[in-house]
């Protein structure tokens, strides 16, 4: 869905630049740094939940002396 809507936004950038329309800049970049935050927010609410488990599968792997 994210990768829907920035091809989305880029395809809005091109068609205005193409037709010559003037509708001011669509913001890229901005829109692509939007979309990253977002695409991290569920890994960063899920992982403080998480967190014990993984240092548990870190720990049971690991070489012990």
Not at 20 to 32: A, E
Not at 38 to 59: A, E
């Amino acid at each position: 869905m994210l990768n829907r809507i920035s091809e989305n936004i880029q395809w809005l950038s091109s068609a205005a630049q193409g037709a010559g329309v003037t509708t001011g800049s669509i913001p890229t970049t901005t829109s692509r740094m939007a979309i990253g935050v977002l695409g991290l927010l569920p890994v960063l609410i899920v992982y403080p939940f998480l967190q014990k488990y993984f240092v548990k599968g870190i720990t049971i792997g690991a070489v012990k002396e």
